[in-house]
């Protein structure tokens, strides 16, 4: 199974292109931060993935996407290689077949877009406006469904259904 779902922001304008047959293609990259700091420095790291979508949806994404925007991108990694200069140089992308947009730059809005209308927008990520700024990558205590009123919630095992 490849299948791949990544949440990022973007890291400049999405690159869109046309194949000679009017194929539409975008090629962007998404800055995924790591869910643990670096031990020398203390500070979060973050992967820079690079992406390519195809066709309507690779026009959708170039006309409502700018940097620095979040997103989530659902796909499959590919792997490809070609000849430049004498070298063969190899590359590895994330194929993008679904996204969701989860806010714009600046204030983390939900742009409530989709590229797929016969899902339930956004049914897969919710509370999208969290900040990522949090050191706990938008963990809100408000949305915890063990806790009630700051306090723990009693489970027994005898309340489980397993």
């Known amino acids: 199974m490849?299948?791949?779902?990544?949440?990022?922001?973007?890291t400049k304008e999405v690159d869109l292109k046309y194949t000679p047959s009017g194929t539409a293609v975008g090629q962007f990259t998404i800055a995924v931060t790591r869910p643990f700091k670096n031990k020398q420095t203390n500070e979060y790291e973050s992967d820079f993935i690079n992406c390519v979508i195809w066709q309507k949806p690779a026009e959708t994404f170039a006309n409502y996407v700018r940097k620095g925007h979040q997103v989530s991108v659902q796909g499959r990694l590919?792997?490809?290689n070609y000849e430049k200069d004498g070298n063969r140089v190899y590359v590895t992308e994330l194929v993008v077949e679904n996204f969701t947009f989860l806010s714009n730059g600046q204030n983390n809005e939900p742009q409530q877009r989709n590229n797929n209308s016969n899902t339930n927008t956004q049914a897969s990520i919710q509370n999208n406006n969290r900040t990522q700024n949090n050191a706990n990558y938008g963990y809100n205590s408000n949305d915890d469904p063990f806790l009630k009123n700051g306090k723990s919630i009693d489970i027994?095992?005898?309340?489980l259904p397993f």
């Open 78 to 80: 590919q792997t490809r």
């Open 156 to 159: 027994l095992d005898s309340d």
């Open 2 to 10: 490849n299948n791949v779902v990544l949440v990022g922001r973007t």
